[in-house]
């Protein structure tokens, strides 16, 4: 099993940044995609970034150019920069993996709730 803990959600201003933590533990052979969805009110989670264990990056288009996604491997952390926030990106943001134990699997964090105000 895959646990994934996550942190450094909370409230902002309109324009101002925060930056999400992730952390996968477990009994982990190998780690692909790692990433961040996020599901605002009302709404269906939604992807928000993701990059591979290579490096590539994947991002929504609403958030290009203002987060940034990156990962380090050697210690399964996967942290997320998001800058010039807006009250849009008020969600519960999920942190995502993809890893093999004794199979792959998709596993998910508890969330962590980012609040932006206007």
């Known amino acids: 099993q895959v646990r994934l803990a996550e942190s450094g959600g909370g409230l902002v201003q309109a324009g101002g940044s925060l930056r999400l933590s992730c952390t996968a533990s477990?009994?982990?052979?190998?780690?692909?995609?790692m990433g961040w969805y996020r599901q605002g009110s009302g709404t269906q989670r939604e992807l928000v970034a993701t990059?591979?264990?290579?490096?590539?990056?994947n991002y929504v288009d609403s958030v290009k150019g203002r987060f940034t996604i990156s990962r380090d491997n050697a210690k399964n952390t996967v942290a997320l920069q998001m800058n010039n926030l807006k009250p849009e990106d008020t969600a519960v943001y999920y942190c995502?993996?993809?890893?093999?134990?004794?199979?792959?699997?998709?596993?998910w964090g508890q969330g962590t709730q980012v609040t932006v105000s206007s």
């Open positions: 477990g009994r982990i052979g190998n780690i692909n995609r």
């Open positions: 995502y993996c993809n890893a093999y134990t004794v199979y792959w699997g998709d596993y």
């Open positions: 990059i591979t264990n290579g490096g590539t990056t």
